[in-house]
Every structure is written in structure tokens, then in C-alpha cells.
């Protein structure tokens, strides 16, 4: 029988070996690099410290609603498409898609909107370029990083 360790992003089972880091002396496994990166952007929010619970072990979520703007609609199979690669990361809970407009639900503390934008220009799905939709992009990953950092646990303050 396989031990398993749990992933301190997502919760998930996985060997020790899968995308293994050391932080802080102990050893970490991720079920992908997307929990991985997470994790060494923001290590206490996952683990906190010795007396001080990190808001994942907690059992937060920071559920988000986006919606975004994309160049142009999709058809049918390309909307199919983009919901099963979004429905790929972490932490999306929903996606809907009707025209041009997508909306996403998801839980900050396991994808970002920029993640979430990185996969969809993976794909080829362009975003609106408008530049009052570039400006809030902008404004909402500024955001998203800033609620990110005070939600993370810092020794010695509760």
C-alpha cells in the first residue's frame, strides 16, 4: 500500500514525490504545479505556524465571481472547449459561457483570475482588449494579490 500525503492547497491525496518542494525544513506534495505554485507564493496560507492555524487548514474558501469579456463568441464547440480547460484548475467551481461574456466562480485560495487568463491564452481564446477591460483586469489582480497577502498568517500576529 501507497502512502499518500495531502496537498496543503487543495486538499487532494498524493504520493510524496509529485511535485515535492521543501519549505522551512519539511517536505511538501502537490497534485499539479498550479497547487505548487500557489504554495510557494503564499506558504502560510496553507500551513500558518506552530500555534497559529493557516486559513486553509481552517477551511476557508474565498469564493470569487468573474465575469470577463472575450474578443469575440464562441461557437458551440469552442465554448465546450474553454469550460472543460478552465474546469482543469484548481479551485473553479463553475463556468458559464454565453456569447461573449464568461462567467467564472472560483476559490482564491487555490486560482487567481490572472491563472484563470493565463489557461484561456493558452487555449487561443482571446480577451476583450478594450482598455477599460485591460484596466480592470489590472485593478482586480492588484486586488486579488492584496487579499491574498492579508489573508495569509504571519508569525506572531493573529
Known amino acids: ?34 497547487c505548487r505554485d500557489r504554495f510557494l507564493a503564499h506558504p502560510h496560507l496553507y500551513i500558518g505556524y506552530p500555534g497559529q492555524k493557516a486559513p486553509r487548514q481552517e477551511g476557508l474558501e474565498v469564493m470569487k465571481q468573474r465575469r470577463l ?9 469552442q465554448a465546450k472547449k474553454l469550460s472543460d480547460a478552465l474546469q482543469e484548475l484548481m479551485g473553479i467551481k ?3 459561457i454565453d456569447g461573449d461574456m464568461i462567467e467564472i466562480n472560483y476559490d482564491l485560495l487555490q486560482t487567481t483570475a490572472e491563472a ?15 482598455w477599460t477591460e485591460k484596466l480592470h483586469r489590472v485593478f482586480v489582480h492588484n486586488v486579488e ?8 498568517v504571519h508569525k506572531n500576529r493573529r
Do not use: W
Not at 469579456?69 to 464547440?77: K, Y
Open 94 to 96: 463553475s463556468v458559464k
Open 1 to 34: 500500500m501507497k502512502t499518500l500525503v495531502k496537498d496543503p492547497v487543495c486538499g487532494m491525496q498524493v504520493e510524496p514525490h509529485m511535485y515535492a518542494t521543501e519549505y522551512l525544513q519539511s517536505n511538501y506534495a502537490f497534485c499539479s504545479s498550479q
Open 116 to 130: 484563470i487568463e493565463t489557461k484561456m491564452d493558452e487555449i487561443g481564446v482571446q480577451l476583450g482588449e478594450g
Open 69 to 77: 469579456r472575450i474578443a469575440q463568441p464562441l461557437s458551440p464547440n
Open 145 to 152: 494579490e492584496l487579499e491574498v497577502d492579508n489573508l495569509e
